[in-house]
C-alpha cells in the first residue's frame, strides 16, 4: 500500500485522538499543538530513517530525549502523559509503510479505542483524588480517614499522611476516595448564585 494511505490514516487518528477525544474532555488549548507536532515529527522521521541508514534504535533514543525534555518544560497529569505517548505511537505506525496496512490501522485503533475508555469521563466517574491541607494535625492515617470521610461525605480509601505541622495545626494529606453519591449544593449557595443571573439581575 503507498506511504500515503500509511500518513493520511495517521492524520485521521491524530486528528480524532486531540480533537475528539483530549481537547473536549480536557480543554488544554495549549497542548494541541504539542500533540499534532510530536507526531507529524515523528512520522516524518521515521519514515526517513527507514529509507537511510540509521538504525532503529539510534532513532528511538532520539525520541527518548525529545520525550524526556518535552515532559519536563511544563506541568502534565497522568491521562495528559499518555495522549502524549499515543500521538508518538501513532507517528510512528504512520512513519513504517513497511508494516502491513491492516497491522498498521489495526494497532491505531486499538490505541484510539483504548485512550476513548480510559479517558471516559464517565468510567469510575465518583472516585477522586487529590492533596488536601487539614485544619487539624493528625498523626495517624486512621484519624485522618475519620475526618476526611465526614469532612467529604464519601468512603475514603487511603489517606497518605505528607507532612504534619503541630505548631499551626495542619495536615497535607492525599486522599483517595469515592463520592457516596451527587452532592446538590445548600440552599444558600444557589441563592448566592441566582444573585448573579441575569433574570436577577433585570
Not at 489517606?159 to 505541622?165: G, H, L, M, P, Q
Not at 505548631?167 to 449557595?189: C, F, G, I, K, M
Amino acid at each position: 500500500m503507498p506511504v500515503y494511505a500509511f500518513i493520511l490514516a495517521d492524520l485521521v487518528a491524530i486528528s480524532l485522538l486531540v480533537f475528539g477525544m483530549y481537547f473536549p474532555r480536557h480543554r488544554r488549548r495549549d497542548l494541541i499543538v504539542a500533540f499534532l507536532s510530536i507526531n507529524v515529527g515523528v512520522m516524518g522521521v521515521t519514515y526517513a530513517m527507514t529509507n537511510a541508514d540509521i538504525s532503529l534504535g539510534f532513532g528511538m533514543g532520539i525520541f527518548a530525549v525529545l520525550s524526556i525534555i518535552r515532559l519536563r518544560s511544563t506541568e502534565m497529569d497522568h491521562a495528559e502523559i499518555a495522549y502524549y505517548f499515543t500521538a508518538i505511537a501513532l507517528g510512528l505506525l504512520g512513519g513504517f509503510p513497511a508494516l502491513s496496512a491492516s497491522l498498521s490501522f489495526t494497532l491505531m485503533a486499538v490505541l484510539l479505542g483504548v485512550i476513548l475508555v480510559g479517558d471516559n469521563p464517565r468510567l469510575l466517574s465518583r472516585s477522586r483524588q487529590q492533596q488536601m491541607v487539614l485544619d487539624q494535625a493528625f498523626t495517624t492515617e486512621e484519624g485522618a480517614r475519620e475526618y476526611l470521610e465526614a469532612l467529604l461525605g464519601a468512603t475514603v480509601h487511603r489517606a497518605t499522611i505528607r507532612k504534619v505541622d503541630l505548631l499551626n495545626e495542619s495536615t497535607v494529606v492525599d486522599v483517595r476516595y469515592t463520592l457516596h453519591a451527587l452532592v446538590e449544593r445548600p440552599a444558600e449557595a444557589r441563592l448566592g448564585a441566582d444573585a448573579f443571573s441575569p433574570e436577577v439581575a433585570r
